[in-house]
């Protein structure tokens, strides 16, 4: 069976108190691990939670065997689900992404468990249909999204790019 390798991911900073972690917060990253089977780097799974640490998860050695790199993803709420953005648990998995095709991987697929399926299907709606940033109509324009336009405030947005989307 291959070796189990860690992975160390560089990620975006996100706002203050999204993690517990002051170290966290000065140079934020991600952790996996991965099973990476010799021969050709055809196709590569990940398989993640938005706070469950799935470093161990029971199917990385299983994909490994039948020559699937599998990959246990941690987000940055590892443990922490009082303060998760589920916005940014994407971000996290889209470095995941990033960083087994930077590996060379022509595949990646996404794998569904537990609370990872919302977060898989979320990540792809996103990655085939990206929800456009609304602008706020405010005395101060700003760049508002979901989470920091309150539904009192939200009459104030108007998406910046769309008029009438279906």
């Not at 689900?81 to 590996?103: F, K, N």
């Amino acid at each position: 069976m291959a070796e189990l390798q860690l992975a160390v991911i560089d990620v975006k900073p996100g706002a203050a108190m999204e993690s517990q972690s002051g170290l966290q917060l000065l140079r934020p990253r991600i952790y996996g691990a991965f099973r990476a089977p010799p021969g050709p780097k055809k196709i590569a799974a990940i398989v993640m939670h938005p706070t469950s640490n799935f470093m161990g998860h029971y199917l990385v050695g299983p994909l490994a065997e039948r020559g699937i790199c599998c990959m246990g993803l941690n987000s940055r709420y590892v443990g922490n689900d009082t303060v998760l953005l589920m916005e940014r648990a994407i971000q996290d998995l889209g470095a995941g992404v990033q960083y087994l095709r930077a590996a060379g991987y022509e595949k990646v697929f996404l794998v569904g468990n537990s609370g990872g399926a919302a977060l898989a299907s979320f990540y792809q709606a996103q990655a085939e249909n990206l929800t456009p940033p609304l602008t706020c109509r405010t005395a101060t324009p700003r760049t508002c999204t979901p989470t920091t336009c309150r539904p009192w405030t939200a009459s104030r947005c108007a998406p910046r790019t769309w008029a009438a989307r279906g």
